[in-house]
């Protein structure tokens, strides 16, 4: 009888480790998504920092065409020239805008999917352990149904 309150002890303190276990990795898993939830709003941060500065800069760039643009109405004897440098000069820099604003667009678009590619990533994890721990429950449970026969057996055959 001691035997099988030992046996039945040393299970039960399997079981609670088991759980505890469980416990610790259910925790991680918490820590995991609060570090990717805080990467991603970090990284969203950043996009929006990036478009006000675009922003800021492209209005900067529509503030000096417009200074340029008042001062060359001054200026009669040399206007058709000087505009038609402008107009040049100023296609060359809305190029080299739209130039920067695709080369944004990309890397946006790959930030993106390397989200997509991360929370794929997280979801085969938590796929993964949500099958492990379905797998150390369906071994706890058998060992806790075969423990109870075994004790109703010792008990009806003793």
Do not use: C, P
Request: charged share 40%; hydrophobic share 35%.
């Amino acid at each position: 009888m001691d035997e099988v309150i030992e046996r039945i002890s040393t299970l039960e303190g399997r079981v609670s480790e088991h759980d505890r276990i469980f416990d610790m990795i259910r925790e991680e898993i918490r820590g995991l998504r609060e570090y990717i939830d805080g990467r991603i709003d970090d990284t969203n941060t950043r996009i929006d920092d990036l478009r006000l500065d675009m922003n800021g800069r492209i209005d900067d760039t529509n503030k000096k065409i417009d200074d340029l643009k008042s001062d060359m109405n001054g200026r009669i004897d040399d206007t058709n020239t000087r505009i038609d440098d402008l107009r040049l000069d100023m296609n060359g820099r809305i190029d080299g805008i739209n130039k920067r604003i695709d080369e944004m667009n990309r890397r946006i678009d790959e930030t993106n999917k390397r989200i997509d590619e991360t929370n794929r990533k997280i979801e085969e994890m938590d796929i993964r352990l949500n099958r492990r721990i379905d797998s150390n429950f369906k071994w706890m449970l058998g060992i806790q149904i075969a423990m109870w026969i075994t004790i109703i057996s010792a008990i009806l055959l003793h």
